[in-house]
C-alpha cells in the first residue's frame, strides 16, 4: 500500500533502515509482478519497440525516494488549475470542470499531492512539436494545468473537453477523448502516470490502450458526469477519484507512455 510503513524490528534487506537504532526510513511496499501493468501488450504496436525484455529491476528506497518532492508553496498557483485561460484569452471548446480526490487503499484522503494535467486541444491536436495532425492550434490553450491537493485530498481542474484523434496504431485508429494525469504522493517513489477517460465514448472498443487495462478494471478509468458540480451557464463537471493502491487502485501506467498518444 502506498504510504504505508512496514512494521517490526529491523532484518537485513530491509529497505531504508540502518541496524543499531540509526536512521529508519519508511519502506513502501512493492506492487506484486502478478498485478502490474504490462509494459508489453501486442494491439499497442509501439510497446513491441520500447517494452523492456527483461525483467524489471526494483532498486532500494533511500532517503531520496521516500522523501519529498519539497515544491514550495509559491511553485504551484491557482492559475495553473484554469486550462482554459493562458496568453490572455479564453480557449475554444466545452468548458469542463474535472474534479475528484486522491485516495489510499484505505480511503483515506492524500494530502498535498502534486497532480498534474494535460491534454490536446478541443480539435484533438497536443501543442507538441511531433504531433502533426492537421487540426488548429488554440492560441490560448496549453493543455498544461497542476494542483496541489487540499487536506481531504480534494483536486479540481478547469478546462476543455478534448477532441478524439488519429494515431497511426491500425487502420483507421482513433484514440477517445482523454486526459492524461501524473500523480506525486509523499515520496519520489509514488509518481504515477494514468489517464481519465469520459463516459459512454463510442471509440472504446477499438482502442487497445484503453483495452490493455483488464476488464475489470476499466470503469476506474472512466469518469462520471457530475450535474451537481456543473456550474450553470459555464462549464460541465466530471467526477474521477483516484486510488493509489488496493481492489479499487485506478488503472495506472508502468511507464510514462504520454507523450502525445
Do not use: C
Request: glycine content about 10%.
Amino acid at each position: 500500500m502506498l504510504g504505508s510503513v512496514a512494521k517490526g524490528p529491523y532484518r537485513p534487506g530491509m529497505t531504508g533502515t540502518t541496524p543499531g537504532g540509526g536512521l529508519h526510513l519508511p519502506r513502501y511496499m512493492r506492487e506484486p509482478d502478478a498485478t502490474r501493468t504490462p509494459v508489453g501488450f501486442p494491439d499497442y504496436r509501439s510497446t513491441g519497440l520500447r517494452a523492456p525484455l527483461r525483467a524489471p529491476v526494483d532498486l532500494a528506497h533511500r532517503l531520496t525516494e521516500v522523501t519529498g518532492p519539497v515544491l514550495g508553496e509559491d511553485r504551484v498557483l491557482p492559475s495553473d488549475a484554469d486550462l482554459t485561460l493562458r496568453n490572455g484569452g479564453e480557449a475554444v471548446g466545452q468548458r469542463i470542470l474535472v474534479h475528484g480526490r486522491v485516495l489510499d487503499s484505505d480511503g483515506r484522503p492524500v494530502p498535498n499531492a502534486l497532480v498534474e494535467v494535460w491534454q490536446a486541444n478541443a480539435g484533438g491536436r497536443y501543442r507538441h512539436v511531433v504531433d502533426v495532425f492537421p487540426a488548429p492550434l488554440d492560441p490560448h490553450f496549453d493543455g498544461l494545468g497542476r494542483v496541489m491537493t487540499d487536506s481531504l485530498g480534494r483536486y479540481e481542474f478547469m478546462t476543455i473537453k478534448p477532441g478524439a484523434y488519429p494515431w497511426g496504431n491500425h487502420h483507421n485508429a482513433w484514440r477517445p477523448a482523454h486526459i492524461h494525469f501524473s500523480l506525486f504522493g509523499r515520496s519520489f517513489t509514488q509518481r504515477l502516470v494514468t489517464q481519465m477517460y469520459f463516459p459512454d465514448d463510442p471509440l472504446f472498443g477499438q482502442d487497445p490502450i484503453f483495452n490493455s487495462i483488464p476488464a475489470a478494471a476499466r470503469h476506474r478509468a472512466i469518469s462520471q458526469f457530475s450535474l451537481e458540480r456543473t456550474v450553470d451557464n459555464w462549464a460541465l463537471a466530471f467526477e474521477w477519484n483516484i486510488v493509489l493502491r488496493g481492489s479499487d487502485q485506478t488503472p495506472f501506467e508502468t511507464e510514462d507512455d504520454g507523450d502525445v498518444a
